[in-house]
C-alpha cells in the first residue's frame, strides 16, 4: 500500500462536456500531444497540479477503482465505474482542487478480454501486502544482485555459471529433486537432474587450478520446499577459497552482509519487523557452546546417544519412542536455539557433529565434529558452509553412508555422483565455501515477510 499517497476517497466535478469514457486505439498519442498535458506516474500524482496518469485498472469493487502503474498503486473513486472493468488499460487526465484529485475524463487505451471474475488479482495483492512500493523492491533487488557481484569482481573471484542439467544433485539425506529426460536426435534417452545445490560443479571447477570463485545460481529442491522462507526454485550465492579456511569464508559472509545492506540502506543497523540487528560486527558460538546452555553434553550425540536423548528429553520432554538422536538434534535446534540467533546482530554457529556433515573435514582440536557453520539472521538461516573435505576415499565411503540412509527413510534413489568423485581423485586444493540463500537475505534487508515478496513473479 502506498502511504505516502492520499487515498481518494471520492472524485466529484467531473467535465460535463467530455464523454467520460470512450475506447481508444492509435488515436492515443494524438491525444497526448493534442492536450500537451504532462505525461507523469503514480507515484508523483501529488507533486502536480494536473497531467496525464497512465495506467491499468487493476481492480473494481463496491466503491473504488484501484489503477497502478510501474511505480504504485492508488485507489479512486469514480462514477461511472461500472463501464470500467479490472485489466483496463486507462489514460486519467486529471487536476488537484483544494488538495482533492479530480478526474476531468478516463479514457480506455485498450479494454481487456478477461471478465471480472476472471481477472487475477495477484498483482494488486503485492502492491497492497508490503509499506514498501513494489517498484522499490524490484530497484533495490537489482541493485541487491549487482552489488554481490561487485563484491566478488572487486576481491579478484572469478564467477562460474554450471550446468542446470546435472547427472548427480547432489547427495543429502533428506533433500528430494526435480528430475527431467532428454532424448537425442537417435532418441536415446537420458537421465538429468535439476541441482539442489552448484557444489559438485564448483568443486570440479577447482580441479582445473582456480582458486577463488562464486556462482549466482538457480537451484530446485521437491516435497514440501514451500514456506515464507522457502521455495521449490530460489537463487542460491555459493562461493569457495582455495587454501582459506573455514573461518575466512565467516569474514566473507560478514563483509558481504554489510556491504549489501549498506548499498541498499545506506546504514549498517538493519531493521526487521522491530529489531534492529548491527552488520558491522557478529558472534560465533559453537554448536556444543549453545547445547551446554540447558546442560547438554553434545559429545554424547556420538559417543552415548541414549544419554544424549535422554538429556534432550529432560529440556523438551517430548515422546522419545520413535525417535533418532538425529531428530531430537534437530528439534532443539528448531525449538530452543535457531529462535535465539541473530537479533542485534548476524550468529554464526560453527562445528557440527562430524556424522551429520558429510562434506566437511573434521576439526583437528576435536575429531567428533565437522568444519560445518550456519549463519543466522533473526533467527532464519542464511547460510551454511564448510571446510570442505577433499579425500576422495573418505567422500566416496561418506556418500555411501547417505544412500543407504535415504534407503531406509524412504527417499527417492539418486545417482552416485561418479563425475564429481573422479574430480576430487584428480585433485582438488584444500577449500571452504559457503552456500548463502540470497533471497532470505533480500528478505531481511527490505525487512519484507516472504521471500514470494521480493520477486514479481512468483513461482506458485
Known amino acids: 500500500m502506498m502511504r505516502n499517497l492520499k487515498v481518494i476517497q471520492r472524485i466529484s466535478s467531473l467535465n460535463k462536456s467530455e464523454k467520460g469514457l470512450i475506447q481508444l486505439s492509435n488515436k492515443k498519442n494524438n491525444y497526448i500531444s493534442k492536450n500537451k498535458i504532462r505525461l507523469i506516474t ?53 487536476f488537484y482542487s483544494k488538495k482533492i484529485l479530480i478526474a476531468k475524463s478516463i479514457i480506455i487505451s485498450n479494454r481487456t478480454m478477461l471478465t471480472q471474475s476472471g481477472f487475477n488479482k495477484t498483482f494488486i495483492n503485492k502492491f497492497l501486502k508490503n509499506d514498501t512500493k513494489l517498484i522499490d523492491i524490484l530497484k533495490n533487488r537489482t541493485s541487491f544482485y549487482s552489488g554481490i557481484h561487485d563484491f566478488f569482481n572487486n576481491d579478484s573471484f572469478i564467477e562460474i555459471n554450471t550446468p542446470t542439467l546435472v547427472e548427480s544433485p547432489g547427495i543429502e539425506k533428506y533433500l528430494e529433486v526435480f528430475s527431467t529426460n532428454y532424448y537425442d536426435i537417435n532418441g536415446n534417452e537420458k537421465n538429468f537432474f535439476m541441482p539442489t545445490s552448484p557444489e559438485f560443479s564448483l568443486k570440479e571447477a577447482l580441479m582445473y587450478g582456480l582458486k577463488d570463485i562464486y556462482e549466482l545460481a538457480k537451484c530446485f529442491r521437491n516435497a514440501g520446499e514451500y514456506s515464507n522462507t522457502h521455495r521449490p526454485e530460489f537463487i542460491m550465492l555459493e562461493w569457495y577459497r582455495a587454501f582459506a579456511d573455514y573461518h575466512v569464508i565467516i569474514e566473507d559472509c560478514s563483509r558481504l552482509f554489510l556491504f549489501l545492506l549498506q548499498l541498499i540502506k545506506n546504514t549498517h543497523l538493519c531493521q526487521y519487523k522491530h529489531f534492529l540487528i548491527n552488520f558491522k560486527k557478529y558472534e560465533i558460538f559453537t554448536v556444543k557452546e549453545l547445547f551446554e546452555r540447558d546442560s547438554i553434553d553434545l559429545d554424547n550425540y556420538s559417543t552415548n546417544p541414549d544419554i544424549f536423548i535422554n538429556e534432550i528429553n529432560r529440556v523438551l520432554n517430548c515422546d522419545i519412542s520413535n525417535v533418532t538422536k538425529e531428530d531430537l538434534f534437530f528439534k532443539y535446534m528448531l525449538d530452543k536455539i535457531e529462535p535465539t540467533l541473530g537479533f542485534s546482530c548476524p550468529v554464526f554457529i560453527v562445528d557440527y557433529p562430524y556424522e551429520m556433515t558429510p562434506l566437511s573435514e573434521q576439526c583437528e582440536h576435536n575429531p567428533l565434529y565437522g568444519k560445518r557453520f550456519e549463519v543466522y539472521i533473526a533467527g532464519i538461516e542464511i547460510g551454511n558452509g564448510y571446510g570442505e573435505l577433499i579425500d576422495p576415499t573418505i567422500q566416496e565411503n561418506r556418500f555411501h553412508e547417505v544412500i543407504k540412509e535415504r534407503e531406509i527413510i524412504g527417499g527417492s534413489n539418486l545417482p552416485y555422483p561418479e563425475r564429481f568423485i573422479n574430480a576430487m581423485k584428480q585433485g582438488i586444493p584444500p577449500c571452504s565455501g559457503v552456500a548463502v540463500g540470497t533471497e532470505r537475505l533480500f528478505m531481511i534487508i527490505m525487512g519484507l515477510d516472504d521471500i514470494g515478496d521480493t520477486k514479481l513473479i512468483d513461482i506458485v
Not at 485498472?57 to 461511472?80: A, L, P, Q, R
Not at 465505474?81 to 486519467?92: A, E, P, R, T, V
Request: net charge neutral; hydrophobic share 40%.
Open 42 to 94: 503514480i507515484s508523483s500524482i501529488s507533486k502536480f497540479k494536473k497531467g496525464l496518469i497512465h495506467c491499468r485498472c487493476e481492480y473494481v469493487d463496491d466503491n473504488n477503482i484501484y489503477i497502478s502503474d510501474f511505480t504504485g498503486i492508488i485507489k479512486i473513486v469514480y462514477e461511472k465505474k461500472n463501464q470500467i472493468i479490472s485489466g483496463d488499460f486507462l489514460i486519467i487526465d486529471f
